[in-house]
T-cell receptor, first 114, second 114 residues
Framework: SAVISQKPSRDICQRGTSLTIQCQVD?????MFWYRQQPGQSLTLIAT?????????ESGFVIDKFPISRPNLTFSTLTVSNMSPEDSSIYLC???????????FGEGSRLTVL | DAKTTQPPSMDCAEGRAANLPCNHS???????VYWYRQIHSQGPQYIIH???NNETNEMASLIITEDRKSSTLILPHATLRDTAVYYC???????????????FGRGTQLTVWP
């Protein structure tokens, strides 16, 4: 399976600031996705990170709040902009492996906004 | 739209089989049934998937009814480390497009007790 590294693993941030989360995969993957998991909740898909083009956002998520980059096949970033306490969540990167088509998840980045 | 229904919680004695049900009455012909689990504070882990035939791997067995409207994940000999939230997901498999993205429901919290 693909090995997915996320940075930071956790952070505490002040209201109004922005934080960029990185996702690095050890092999080329076709698809990369970003999820959010709010405390005590299930996972919610934020967007699909497309290589070399704008991300595809799910209903309720917008580029101004969650800008995403994917400069190559193994790396993506998610920025949480102008944070508020409601953005306190675990943010997870997921990738779709080329050879198997299966989806794997990183360990997540736990964000706390004060 | 998760498209699946699972009981919110179940428990099981260590060493016994854990049978986790899932209803997916609106499943389409091109949609597979996937199972993931999430151990506390970790990213989701792939378990197994199937289309219409029963499947088995080193982790679990998946039994899908003939009409494909429900399925059961079986952990044959549950251990304490199997305590986790188990997610049943239906997913269209398409090698090229964003149809491969996953939508999570609330899952079943399985607790394995000694």
């Amino acid at each position: 399976s693909a090995v997915i590294s996320q940075k930071p693993s956790r952070d505490i941030c002040q209201r109004g600031t922005s934080l960029t989360i990185q996702c690095q995969v050890d092999s080329q993957v076709t698809m990369m996705f970003w999820y959010r998991q709010q405390p005590g909740q299930s996972l919610t898909l934020i967007a699909t990170a497309n290589q070399g083009s704008e991300a595809t956002y799910e209903s309720g998520f917008v580029i101004d709040k969650f800008p995403i980059s994917r400069p190559n096949l193994t790396f993506s970033t998610l920025t949480v902009s102008n944070m508020s306490p409601e953005d306190s969540s675990i943010y997870l990167c997921s990738v779709r492996q080329v050879n198997t088509g299966e989806l794997f998840f990183g360990e997540g980045s736990r964000l706390t906004v004060l | 739209d998760a498209k699946t229904t699972q009981p919110p919680s179940m428990d099981c004695a260590e060493g016994r089989a854990a049978n986790l049900p899932c209803n997916h009455s609106t499943i389409s012909g091109n949609e597979y049934v996937y199972w993931y689990r999430q151990i506390h504070s970790q990213g989701p882990q792939y378990i197994i998937h199937g289309l219409k035939n029963n499947e088995t791997n080193e982790m679990a067995s998946l039994i899908i009814t003939e009409d494909r409207k429900s399925s059961t994940l079986i952990l044959p000999h549950a251990t304490l480390r199997d305590t986790a939230v188990y997610y049943c997901i239906v997913r269209a498999v398409d090698r090229g497009s964003t149809l491969g993205r996953l939508y999570f429901g609330r899952g079943t919290q399985l607790t394995v007790w000694p």
